[in-house]
């Protein structure tokens, strides 16, 4: 008799990114993770802050956080700051999630240990990224267990419909009025409920998800200006690059040279 069973949770890619800031650093995640990760504070603390919780991370904390939440992250450092963070995708169709976290039972010295062999593997050869993989199943399978489910939110049709307008005509140029319309609101109502549910305005949304499509492009390899500028619907090199930093809390510059490393 043939029995047959499929994986539960399939990474289809992941990445390590190497953090380092000075004294301070604010991430501004309103618009949404585009990946699902788990994160290790080497140095300093974080305030991270959801619509429903908030996690106060300090130094050998490791934690969890899915894809789509919308957060803010406030990151103090004596006298830096220096945190790891895993980024995974997983197979597309596995929408299962869970409640933003600290694992406290694997905080500490040995997951830094885990993590930074990870990184290292990836540098390496086919046999030492497989090893890296490999440790990484390892680490998730330990820390899944500490994970409840979360359940999104459910919140207006009638914002959840604004929101999906500006996640596919991001690059257009449309008046807010047209928004509103579009979702059969008035100008004053679309504000309201944006404010209320979401806690930022639908134009700063928009240009929160330009400027995660500009750093998704950025991610990619060589590009030009001009190509993101085009794809994203920036008006000018000039605004592009004082909505990124306010973002971002990074110059452009900043980020690639960080993408570099």
């Known amino acids: 008799m043939e029995t047959k069973k499929d994986a539960a949770f399939l990474i289809t890619e992941f990445s390590v990114r190497h953090m380092k800031f000075d004294t301070r650093h604010l ?3 309103s618009a949404g ?8 504070i080497v140095k300093g603390c974080d305030t991270l802050t959801t619509e429903h919780l ?3 991370l300090k130094e050998g904390s490791f934690f969890y956080l899915p ?5 803010r ?5 004596s006298p830096s700051i220096e945190y790891y963070m895993l980024h995974m995708t997983f197979a597309k169709g596995d929408d299962r999630k869970f409640e933003p ?8 010295p040995e997951t830094l240990a885990v993590i930074s062999r990870i990184e290292e593997g990836l540098s390496g050869g086919e046999g030492e ?6 440790s990484l199943y390892r680490l998730v399978a330990r820390a899944f267990p500490y994970l409840k489910p979360w359940e999104k939110p459910e919140g207006s049709p009638a914002l959840k419909k604004a929101v999906e307008y500006l996640k596919e005509n991001y690059a ?8 509103a319309g579009h979702c059969f609101l008035s100008e004053s109502r679309l504000y309201h409920l944006f404010d209320k549910e979401l806690k930022i305005s639908p134009l700063r949304l928009r240009n929160e998800i330009r400027v995660n499509r500009a750093m998704a492009m950025l991610r990619t390899g060589e590009v030009s200006l001009r190509e993101i500028l085009a794809e994203t619907g920036f008006s000018s090199e000039a605004y592009f690059r004082k909505i990124f930093k306010e973002q971002t809390g990074m110059t452009l510059s900043e980020y690639v040279r960080m993408l570099q490393k």
């Open 73 to 77: 992250s406030e990151w103090k450092g």
């Open 172 to 179: 257009r140029d449309f008046s807010m009025a047209e928004l």
């Open 129 to 134: 990224q497989f090893g890296a993989l490999s």
């Open 33 to 40: 993770k585009l990946h699902t990760s788990f994160g290790y």
């Open 101 to 108: 976290a600290e694992i406290a039972p694997l905080s500490g």
């Open 67 to 71: 894809d789509g939440i919308r957060y």
């Open 27 to 29: 991430c501004d995640g």
């Open 54 to 56: 908030t996690l106060e």
